[in-house]
Antibody
């Protein structure tokens, strides 16, 4: 049974870097593509990007200049860094995974990150 | 403004059949598979349909997906109260991004 769990600060100051980690259990990390998706309060879903266990990444062009996704296969974890955040980055951040980077079979429960001073 | 267009709301009574549409373009739905997600209130989304019309294990056959040209649809038959949720379509866009519809809030009357 694949399980994902996000962790990280719930409050980030404007202009700083948002950092989240997703811990994975239930199988080899190399079997899947790992993604981050976010959802502003009361709004729809936005794909942020993905990473494969080998380190290959791809990011949403609208966020590419600010996003870094990395993987630590020894810890079965992957991480998100989003720099220069503003209030518009306030959202529930989900980690997700699947056999294809284009869809998400597995989801974490989500982590609300608020950008505020 | 979402790349994929969904109606903001839909409704039906128990037992009815409801369909939710998702409209895109040749650069996304027209040339890629469509996926559907169900998001129950206060929870993470759940994969409902993959590759246009395939159901993951555990998803009831009351849910079905279809695609034609640059549009796709999700149909729910035998509507139940527990189907009340937000539904999102998604696909790959040739601009190199996963794109989602704006979501449809389904109300079971």
């Amino acid at each position: 049974q694949v399980q994902l769990q996000e962790s990280g600060p719930g409050l980030v100051k404007p202009s700083e870097t948002l950092s989240l980690t997703c811990s994975f259990s239930g199988g080899p990390i190399s079997s899947y593509y790992w993604s981050w998706i976010r959802q502003p309060p009361g709004k729809g879903l936005e794909w942020i990007g993905y990473i494969y266990y080998s380190g290959i990444t791809d990011y949403n062009p609208s966020l590419k200049s600010r996003v870094t996704i990395s993987v630590d296969t020894s810890k079965n974890q992957f991480s998100l860094k989003l720099s220069s955040v503003t209030a518009a980055d306030t959202a529930v951040y989900y980690c997700g995974g699947g056999y294809d980077f284009k869809f998400f079979q597995y989801w974490g429960q989500g982590s609300l990150v608020t950008v505020s001073s | 403004q979402s790349v994929l267009t969904q109606p903001p709301s839909a409704s039906g009574t128990p037992g009815q059949r409801v369909t939710i549409s998702c409209s895109g373009s040749s650069s996304n739905i027209g040339s890629n598979y469509v996926y559907w997600y169900q998001q129950l209130p206060g929870t993470a989304p759940k994969l409902l349909i993959y590759r246009n019309d395939q159901r993951p294990s555990g998803v009831p056959d009351r849910f079905s997906g279809s695609k034609s040209g640059t549009s796709a649809s999700l149909a729910i038959s035998g509507l139940r109260s527990e189907d009340e949720a937000d539904y999102y379509c998604a696909t790959w866009d040739d601009s190199l991004s996963v794109v989602f519809g704006g979501g449809t809030k389904l109300t079971v009357l």
